[in-house]
């Protein structure tokens, strides 16, 4: 049966994996850089990329000047890991100082042609700051270095004011949205409360709805379970995958940035309750049917659906439906051995991750207009990029052990900045991949269905399963009745 997540220890951890990142050696140093643009090594221009640097010589390398800006992968990658050294709102005070000081912006008169060559690069990183990280501008105190340092740039153009109402509102717009979500969340959280998890001390009284009453097409579902997976998808920020992880360096001598606050990562926690809910409702929709007929019927319906994820590209969803049937015995290895392929888990999951890299591929290769290949109901207009929902909690595990693998900082006080350049690439992909808009229909009744559907805890379904068919030996036999 799946678990549920819970803050600290939210996921379980597979044996057997060990991240292929190449950590940096203990002795391994960086001549620190104070000056502008990138230092040695630095992955920002031309040369071999930073391996490690001090946290100084990293902030300095963010700062544009009127002659340099920082590679857009740079800009990710640190934003995204800094919070771990660094609270974002004394991290955008110290780029704002640099740049005050670096462009003399507390002098009168400004060198206009000059702040001209650099007002454009400084516009540029806030907008890429708030775009992929608008929760950082929760904070008051964002916003209003955010306007300052374009104040002090703006009697030199005004076209940056312009540029200023343009950041700001699209930033409003996200943080709206965002709003919305946590609310749909704590909406959703509390319709299937009173129906989530009951642990039955008898027999499961009978749901009055099935799926099957629901939706019938396997290939229907599988497009609403889409909409599901796109839509908590589309609500997770990068820096909620850090934050899951935050816990104290011993090579670190200064606090964790969160420990003071609640780590930031419902919106995750929610996608991780939601795969478990799927289980559970997989679960409980193939124990419920009284007749061995009926629940056969189910079997082979959900077979269908899982199929049809695979073909969509939702392999989350596709693996919560094969798990259960592995669970309940329910997957026949000889007539789906397709389905059982792709959830071995041998290799670290080998056969998966090469069905992941292969729609990843797809998804950067695709044009707008490219027909998909293998659905079984093609899109004769399918006019964006092929959908690639990962497994997640594959992902959450592999992100856990590059942070158990490797040290935020070396021995020598150096942010162990390839650690989060590795980091930085798996979530890179994840955002690619959320960003795409789905393609099919909602039909709320199924969605309602999928999220409020009654579901049965683990005892609850072990005694459903046993009142449908008899506990074959004396163990079974024993706990049923305990059950019972």
Not at 203 to 212: A, E, N, S, V, Y
Request: hydrophobic fraction near 35%; charged fraction near 20%.
């Amino acid at each position: 049966m799946p678990q549920t997540a819970c803050s600290g220890t939210m996921f379980t951890t597979p044996s057997g994996f060990s991240p292929h990142l190449a950590c940096a050696e203990p002795g391994e140093e960086e001549a620190p850089q104070e000056g502008p643009g990138p230092g040695p090594g630095a992955c920002l221009a031309d040369g071999p990329p930073i391996t490690s640097a001090s946290l100084d010589t990293l902030i300095q390398n963010l700062v544009p000047t009127a002659d340099y800006y920082p590679e857009k992968a740079y800009v990710f990658t640190f934003l995204l890991s800094a919070r771990l050294f660094i609270p974002p709102p004394e991290l955008l005070a110290r780029v704002c100082e640099l740049c005050i000081k670096q462009q003399q912006l507390d002098q009168s008169p400004l060198d206009t042609a000059k702040v001209r060559k650099f007002g454009p690069k400084i516009l540029q990183l806030l907008t890429e700051w708030t775009e992929t990280f608008p929760s950082d501008f929760r904070d008051e105190k964002m916003v209003g270095h955010l306007k300052d340092i374009i104040h002090r740039i703006a009697p030199c153009d005004e076209a940056y004011w312009k540029t200023l109402n343009q950041v700001l509102q699209k930033l409003s717009q996200r943080l709206s949205l965002m709003s919305q979500g946590e609310e749909s969340i704590v909406k959703v959280s509390l319709n299937a409360s009173s129906d989530k998890l009951v642990a039955f001390k008898t027999k499961p009284p009978p749901i009055q709805k099935d799926i099957l009453s629901i939706c019938n097409d396997p290939y229907t579902l599988a497009q609403q379970l889409t909409h599901v997976e796109l839509e908590h998808l589309s609500r997770i920020g990068p820096e909620e995958f850090v934050q899951a992880f935050v816990q104290k360096d011993p090579l670190d001598g200064t606090q964790p940035c969160f420990s003071d606050q609640k780590k930031k990562t419902s919106n995750l926690e929610a996608y991780v309750r939601w795969f478990n809910r799927l289980c559970y409702l997989v679960a409980t929709e193939i124990c419920m049917p009284a007749k061995k007929k009926q629940r056969a019927q189910v079997i082979e319906f959900f077979i269908d659906v899982a199929r049809e994820c695979f073909n969509i590209g939702n392999f989350n969803s596709l693996m919560a439906i094969i798990c259960e049937l592995f669970i309940l015995q329910s997957l026949s290895i000889d007539s789906h051995l397709v389905l059982i392929h792709q959830m071995d888990p041998t290799g670290n999951f080998y056969n998966y991750r090469t069905a992941l890299r292969g729609a990843a591929h797809r998804s950067q290769t695709a044009n707008s207009n490219r027909e998909r290949v293998g659905l079984s109901n093609t899109l004769t207009d399918f006019l964006q990029k092929p959908i690639v929902i990962p497994f997640f909690s594959l992902l959450i595990k592999d992100i856990y052990f590059l942070n158990e693998g490797c040290a935020n900082r070396l021995p020598n006080g150096h942010v162990n900045f390839e650690k989060f350049v590795e980091l930085a690439r798996q979530v890179g992909e994840f955002m690619t991949w959320k960003q795409v808009e789905c393609p099919f229909e909602e039909d709320r009744a199924i969605l309602h269905y999928l999220h409020t559907a009654p579901i049965f805890s683990e005892d609850g379904l072990y005694l459903a399963s046993y009142e449908s068919e008899s506990p074959e030996n004396q163990v079974e036999k024993d706990r049923w009745k305990a059950l019972r």
